[in-house]
């Protein structure tokens, strides 16, 4: 497997930068309004371009035919303004990285930062300049099937985690060869879609999306994004590609974003469709009054405009203005000056991609279950390799995968192949994919186990029951999965079971009957030696989980950072509907906010996840019990490897605001720090906090910390009970 990263090309003279006000004062409207418009790459783009009738397009991958592009761009069309070229680079571009649920398990900003920029790399290799990156949509819903491309439920992990990824593609110069600008996407709340249901209108209250929505895309553009996309849904009745406010006025003026605005896939058009629109004239005057800069396939701009500019019904200045955040970008790419390169075709798989993407599917994979240490395993066993997940390559690489080949994922089966004497290895897939309902395949399965000391079972989704469109309302393992499990533990052979899934999965029927569970969010092109890593110990699992995990999909949404209610369950208030005694008194079981089926806890929790080895974490300090805000609060703790085996481990603080002019969660994520420690060390873990750290939407309507009584938790996930008090007092103005 080869490879160099690089092509030999021939440079053409480059140009000189333009002045972009001298520019636009040359440009037709026909040739302006061509600047705002994306499509699709189609037959008669050549004309389309030489015509400037384009400003971008997308899906065109192919090197020699983006530089044809480019070349008629450049060179045959008025004003020669070259193209940006679009694609979603999600989580990868050749080399597949996990998904970007998995990489949130990974904690680990700077891995994700890595990723990205190699993603980058391989992409701007081939001619492309911008990617449809980072999905920052916070979500609390497992049905929702783009929950994969999400960074999970929590605001301040999307934030940091969506800021690394920016900068992966962005780089520190925009106008590098190697990197892509960025786009902070679905603008805004596309991840409280109703009911889980992809593009579902999104009913959120304001104090919600300040608190949960809104900060992931703060952060990406303090991190400087280059680009924003707005989302498909409505957002309270109103779609958030015509949205004045959010878009036009909250996006503009108090996240300060000037860069370009693009709608979703035709959803310019969809304004009519929403019902919000009379007809397609009124959708292009909302988008563009929106500030919506760009018109991604739906071709209203080029078709709509002209005239309404013509009739007055929206000024020049609007269209100048967003010309002029089109060609702000191009020159901050360098495209002006970027000669036209004729690429050759460079095999693009490089090792060192491939090497990040090993240690990043095995940081992303979560130890949910080790029944007496039964990991790691020891090298002399003989296994049965059993599941439709195990040797899945297409499966495995997960959603949003355009450029990704299946050639070249190195399948669970593959590398225990390749780790385990051929003795010592039996495989029966079991069922042949993940929705397969027959049984046919039991026997087999059952043969392998029995000439087996363990099992290990790789379950889980296929990637096209995960992504865009494709929401679940039962997200239990599909198919015949669940019997298989059954089937395999009635062997009496211990089964280790490996899913590789799209979302969180609820397995209350089969996890208490298995001896451990590694759960993966397709980790992409070298899942099977980061399992082998894994499982045999070579690494030390280190994930955490990024959502929370139901025990069933009634308790949805279910989510750490909850808040108390008047009523919280306590262990002793939830009575199992099965022991409630027939005819009981109606005020004797009940009583607080909880299922009598499922109770009020989760399967799993937000940051839970395993090692193999043991941390302690202990005195929890403050600077300072009664702190005034005027200096940063500095929290200390010790954290120990108490185990006999190195590791790393994610140190979560959370903070509760015990009383505030708006009700809040019990706890909420902060801060954390990915740690390693070798056995036996002790180190101390330090964060500083701001009295931004603190803030809430009050019950007025502003974002600020209040005064008042607040308890940080700091520990290995959301159910630590490590914590110091303090007061926030700041000093009167
Ligand atoms: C899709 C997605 C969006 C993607 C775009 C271009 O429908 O909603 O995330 O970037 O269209 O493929």
Known sequence: MVLSCFMGSTFTQAQPPVDLHELLGKMTLEEKVGQLTQVNAHDSLPVWIQKGQVGSILNEVNPATIAAYQRIAREDSRLGIPLLVARDVIHGFRTIFPVPLGQAATWNPELVEEAASLAALEAASQGINWTFSPM?????????????????????????????MVRGYQGDDLSSPENIAACAKHYLAYGWAEGGRDYNTANVGEPTIHEHILPPFRAAIAAGAATVMTAFQDINGIPATGHAFWVGDYLRKSLAFDGLV?????????????GYAKDEREATQQAIAATVDMDMQSRLYLEQLPELVKKKVIPMTAIDSAVMRVLRLKQQLGLFSEPTVDYDYPDLLDEKHLETARQMAAESIVLLKNDAAILPLSSDLTV???GPLANAPHEQLGTWVFDGKDEDAITPLQAIEEYVPPASLHYAPGLTYSRDTSHKGFDAARAAAQQSDLVLLFLGEESIITGESHSRADIRLPGAQEALVQALTRTGKPVVAVVLAGRPLTMEAWQHEVDAIFYGFHPGTMTGPAIVDLLWGKVNPSAKLPMT???HVGQVPIYY??????KPPTPDSWVPMQEVPQKAVQTSVGNTSLYLDYGYEPAFPFGYGQSYTTFTFAGLTVSSTSWSGDQPLMVEAEVSNT?????????QLYVRDHVGSRVQPVRRLVAFKKINLSAGERTAVRFQLTPADLAIFTRNGQMKAEPGDFTLFLGEDVTTDLSVDFTFKPKKP
């Open 561 to 566: 950072n909850h808040v108390n209610t008047g």
């Open 262 to 274: 693009v709608s979703d896939w035709v959803s310019i058009g969809q304004l009519v469709t929403h």
């Open 549 to 551: 995990f139901p025990k």
């Open 384 to 386: 049965a390799v059993v």
């Open 643 to 651: 185990g006999s085996r190195a590791g790393a481990t994610v140190v």
């Open 136 to 164: 920052l949509d916070v979500t609390r819903d497992p049905r929702w099937g783009r929950v994969v491309e999400s960074f999970g439920e929590d605001a301040h992990l999307n934030s940091i985690l969506g800021a690394a």
